[in-house]
């Protein structure tokens, strides 16, 4: 089976920088995604990792370790507009459906 | 705006009702999906459509009971649902099924049973 874990929530104060971590046990490796979600809305695309490295838009940038089976997602210059859940999903396998992690609630206050 | 609508965004129904949920896509995207989103749960897959046709079904119970009439419209069924049911339900679009291509979700329909 696949196992996704994140941590349920956290604080960061604007203008800082947060890394929300995703580490996953899966049978096989395609991709990962990073979505956010702001309450009562649509889940958003952020980012899609395949190789090793970290990819970089804007404040928001992806790290990818598929060795150690991690990748985390960093915010910069944090906004209270950033305050959301950012779900982490995985391609693994023979699936081309993405299993999702429970999410992380970031909480941004001034 | 991510070119998915879903209606209605509110419905509670009591235990022996029956509604519909409708999820439409303005993006030409070959492939659909329902999920299923609980407090401090994953989003849970329910069903997957390729081209109008069914090609997966996440054992999900038959009180739910979807139709995909064409690319671009999506229904879920409900009838005789249980309090437990009570979630926050997503509908996505891809442009195919591969596992490469992202997901674009509608804002949901909050459903409560009571």
């Known amino acids: 089976g696949q196992n996704i874990d994140q941590p349920t929530e956290m604080t960061a104060t604007e203008g800082a920088i947060v890394q929300i971590n995703c580490t996953y046990q899966t049978s096989g490796f395609n991709g990962l995604f990073w979505y956010q979600q702001h309450a009562g809305e649509a889940p958003t695309f952020l980012s899609y990792?395949?190789?090793?490295g970290l990819e970089e838009k804007g404040r928001f940038s992806s790290f990818l370790s598929r060795s150690k089976g991690y990748s985390y997602l960093l915010l910069k210059e944090l906004q209270m507009k950033d305050s959301a859940s950012y779900l982490c999903?995985?391609?693994?396998?023979?699936?081309?459906?993405?299993?999702f992690g429970r999410g992380t609630s970031l909480i941004v206050h001034p | 705006e991510t070119g998915v609508t879903q209606t209605p965004r509110h419905l509670v129904m009591g235990m022996t009702n029956k509604k519909s949920l409708k999820c439409e896509q303005h993006l030409g995207h070959n492939a659909m999906y329902w999920y299923k989103q609980s407090a401090k749960k994953p989003l849970e897959l329910m069903f997957v459509y390729n081209f109008k046709e069914q090609t997966e079904n996440n054992s999900v119970p038959s009180r739910f009971s979807p139709e995909c009439p064409n690319s671009s419209h999506l229904f879920l069924h409900l009838h005789t649902l249980q309090p437990e049911d009570s979630a926050l339900y997503l509908c996505a679009s891809s442009p195919t099924r591969d596992s490469t291509d992202t997901q674009y979700f509608g804002p949901g329909t909050r459903l409560t049973v009571l």
């Open positions: 990792n395949v190789l090793d």
């Open positions: 999903a995985v391609n693994a396998g023979g699936s081309y459906i993405p299993t």
